[in-house]
């Protein structure tokens, strides 16, 4: 469903729940989106994270985004992994 264009900074888009099934740092996984979305994570509980609006939207100016979710654990060398996520307003 697409998200409304008037939804309040702070609204809930998405969860996104991770998995590692090392020990230790290498199961400790951190999740981050780059580039400059008015989206932002935030950690809801261990492995779990949401999804939510940082600012207002702007259908007319943009009608989706294209998001790409790193997942990078805290082992020696870190791995990683991404996913895209398809988000219209």
């Keep these: 469903n697409p998200i409304p264009e008037d939804s309040v900074p702070s ?5 996104i729940n ?6 230790g740092d290498n199961g400790r996984v951190t999740c981050n989106i780059g580039g400059d979305y008015p989206f932002r994570l935030e950690l809801s509980s261990e492995n779990t994270y949401k999804l939510i609006t940082a600012r ?3 259908r007319e100016k943009v009608s989706a985004y294209n998001i790409t979710i790193t997942a990078k654990d805290s082992g020696s060398p870190a791995l990683s992994s991404q996913a895209q996520l398809v988000l219209e307003v």
């Design 11 to 15: 609204t809930v888009v998405a969860v």
């Design 18 to 23: 991770v998995r590692d099934r090392d020990s």
């Design 56 to 58: 207002e939207l702007d």
